[in-house]
């Protein structure tokens, strides 16, 4: 063959040979001309997928480890966890309560942060989320969050998708490229009330629903035994308070609240159920919202005298709202944009209790959108 012929196959393959090949990936940041020239003359010094992992760690990586959170507590999870984020580069700072979280906080965006590791549960995530919605305006400057496992309940990490194998989760995100790691956006609910200032969480219970996890943390913490210790205790305590209920031994307080959902309606009765959200619950058996307006709040109210309500409570829980459950029978519930409830004097934000002054309205709208980082 010819040099001539040679050349014309060469051409048609390698052209056959680009239009084969797949579009060129678009997530990767294009490389300077110095750092491209050395991997062309030697290949070799191109960093492995863990190498470069490390090294984006070792550029913003910070963990708050709460060693008094549930699964923190158990098998020396605490130190183990605090080993493998020194491991990766990190820096970690023990927290055990609101002050040491906020001065954790404080000490770590002294320094750019891009990864912020919260080993800890739902408790602590809300305090966490609460002091950067407060502090950091920029949404550039916010890190994105690895939330593991930690709590009894993990009802957030449920949703986000990183409620099993904590360890193991927390190895395969700092050992993976970013570019590789799948990362879902949450916002917050922000409460704002004279009582409490400015809140960020993602659940918020009131009525009936605050006041059984209220007995449930004070059922857990009267004795301190075996079975208040293990992973069912939260569920044992919820039936606890159920059968007391159920023997006439417990009276529920049902407030009057009038509730008031931008776009969606209101509610002004005695309030057997309040609870609202901002998460999507995709994967959960329990989303007790039904899929009616528009916006990142999902809130349920229903009254006392809710029509047919005990027959109702299945469809509820699944948010399954039949045409008869509306406002005029006692059940407000969808998306919406902004809320304000009237005359409600507690709370459980994310598990956390607050007491409210009535006098003043609460104001809920959607605060921040929070980067979760799954493998």
């Known amino acids: ?9 060469h051409r048609r393959t390698a052209g056959r040979r680009l239009e084969e090949s797949p579009p060129p990936r678009r997530d990767f940041a294009l490389a300077s001309p110095q750092l491209t020239t050395s991997l062309l003359m030697n290949p070799s010094q191109a960093p492995s997928p863990v190498d470069e992992a490390r090294e984006h760690s070792r550029t913003g990586l910070a963990a708050l480890v709460n060693p008094l959170s549930f699964r923190m507590s158990l098998h020396d999870r605490a130190s183990g966890t605090a080993e493998l984020i020194t491991r990766h580069g990190g820096r970690v700072f023990r927290v055990g309560n609101l002050a040491e979280i906020e001065a954790a906080l404080e000490q770590a965006v002294d320094q750019p942060v891009d990864r912020l590791v919260i080993a800890g549960g739902d408790g602590t995530l809300q305090a966490v989320v609460s002091w950067l919605a407060r502090h950091i305006r920029d949404d550039r400057a916010m890190p994105q969050l690895v939330l593991l496992c930690a709590g009894r309940t993990n009802y957030v990490a449920e949703d986000i998708g990183t409620q099993r194998h904590l ?25 704002v009330h004279p009582s409490i200032g400015e809140q960020h969480g993602f659940f918020m219970a009131g009525a009936m629903v605050d006041e ?11 004795r301190d035994n075996w079975l208040r210790r293990r992973h069912a205790a939260s569920t044992v305590g919820v039936l606890s308070i159920g059968l007391r209920w159920a023997l006439r031994r417990h009276r529920f307080e049902l407030p009057r609240l009038r509730v008031e959902a931008e776009g969606l309606g209101s509610l002004d009765d005695n309030c057997r159920f309040l609870m609202l959200s901002s998460l999507n619950h995709d994967s959960s058996l329990v989303d007790p919202y039904a899929r009616r307006g528009e916006g990142p709040l999902r809130i349920t109210a229903i009254r006392s005298g809710a029509k047919r309500l005990p027959w109702r409570l299945p469809k509820v829980a699944r948010g399954r709202f039949s045409a008869g459950m509306t406002q005029r029978n006692g059940y407000l519930s969808g998306r919406c944009r902004n809320i304000v409830i009237n005359n409600i004097s507690s ?6 209790e607050f007491d409210l002054d009535r006098a003043h309205p609460l104001e809920i709208s959607s605060g921040p959108v929070f980067r979760f980082l799954r493998p």
């Open 1 to 9: 063959m010819q040099p001539r012929q040679l050349f014309q196959r």
């Open 167 to 191: 360890m193991k989760t927390l190895e395969t995100i700092l050992s993976t490229r970013p570019c590789q790691l799948h990362p879902i956006d949450r916002p917050t609910l922000r409460l």
């Open 212 to 222: 059984v996890i209220r007995h449930v943390h004070r059922w857990q913490a009267e």
């Open 347 to 352: 709370i459980t934000l994310d598990g956390q």
